[in-house]
């Protein structure tokens, strides 16, 4: 579909390439996402900069992986489906909770659940929530905080999920290869 150029770091050039250089060296690949959102290198920061608040965050890893997962299969964005299965996997969420999350199944870990719920009601509802599905995640063991930290997911996720619409990449053999 995509009109868009698929940049490397050997055809980019100036903010792009420093970008793309930055992130083959992190990761050992370039994720396709990364080669489109080089047309406006800014995004990339963007992106970066906001995962890096949201390891600041107190929501684990794992369930940060389950809730950036959630949001992208609501919103059918295929490629970082993909992307965060492979490093839910790596970073050791809950397999069920993953297969269940892009398979449509009942997922198993109340901990789990609840946040699914959760991000999912407030990725449907644009953040207008009840009370009652405040209350429930809360008993959950989530914090408000925590509902904070799910908006900066929303955000992360709406950034990408957008920019992978407009593109269509294809999941990479890498990231295949995690799952």
């Known amino acids: 579909m995509s ?6 770091p050997e055809n980019s050039s100036g ?3 420093k970008i793309l250089t930055k992130v083959e060296s992190k990761y050992g690949f370039v994720p396709n996402l990364f080669a489109y959102m080089a047309e406006a290198p800014y995004l990339i920061e963007a992106y970066a900069m906001l995962n890096e608040l949201l390891a600041k965050t107190d929501l684990s890893t794992p369930h940060q992986q ?3 997962l959630a949001v992208s299969h609501y919103n059918n964005c295929e490629f970082c489906q993909v992307a965060h299965r492979a490093f839910g996997k790596v970073n050791k969420a809950n397999a069920q909770t ?3 999350i892009v398979e449509n199944l009942v997922i198993e870990d109340a901990s789990d659940k609840a946040l699914v719920d959760m991000v999912v009601a407030m990725t449907d509802q644009r953040g207008v929530v009840s ?3 405040i209350s429930s995640f809360l008993v959950a063991g989530f914090s408000r905080r925590n509902i904070y930290d799910l908006v900066l997911i929303i955000s992360i996720k709406t950034l990408s999920n957008y920019a992978n619409h407009l593109t269509e990449p294809e999941p990479n053999e890498q990231l295949l290869a995690m799952l």
């Open 66 to 68: 389950v809730a950036l």
């Open 3 to 8: 009109n868009f150029t698929f940049y490397t």
């Open 98 to 100: 993953l297969t269940a």
């Open 15 to 17: 903010a792009a390439q």
């Open 131 to 133: 009370d009652e599905q």
